[in-house]
């Protein structure tokens, strides 16, 4: 049984290196995207940005169906997070000082928030995943048993 959850919570190494090195590119790709307004926030309360958080999703199912781990998916959504709060801190609050971006940047309640929709989002997404995966095992040892 621990052995089971080491393999949900952690995944296989291969898939643990392949998620770890993408994940800088999801955090420098959703602040692209918002800095050159592919992606854009509507809205006047902004808590969880939508575009990050699609974008976060798809990777999270993605890593659930490779049967990846699932505190790769939480790092995922996570890293979409902070790639929007960077855009935000760095070129969206031209009047702050360095510090001042940082401290936004690293803002408790915003990493709180980020955190607990990571956790939560990318939980349900990976969930999906593997529900995905199944399906497709299903799918194909079905066929295999009727030919």
Partial sequence: MALALRGHLFG?????????????FIFLGT???????????????????????????????????????????WISLFAAYQGFYAEWAFLGLSSHSLTGKFAFLFDPVSLAIAAG?????????????????????FVLHRDNRTT
Avoid: M, W
Avoid at 12 to 24: C, I
Avoid at 32 to 38: I, S
């Fill in 12 to 24: 296989s190494q291969f898939e643990r290196n392949l998620t770890f090195l993408v994940v800088p």
């Fill in 31 to 73: 602040f692209v995207a918002y800095a050159t307004d592919l992606f854009s926030v509507e809205g006047c309360a902004i808590l969880l940005p939508g575009n990050a958080t699609y974008l976060g999703i798809i990777v999270a199912v993605t890593v659930g169906y490779r049967r990846g781990g699932l505190l790769a998916a």
């Fill in 117 to 137: 929709a990571s956790i939560g989002f990318g939980t349900i997404a990976y969930v999906v995943g593997i529900i995905l995966h199944r399906g497709r095992d």
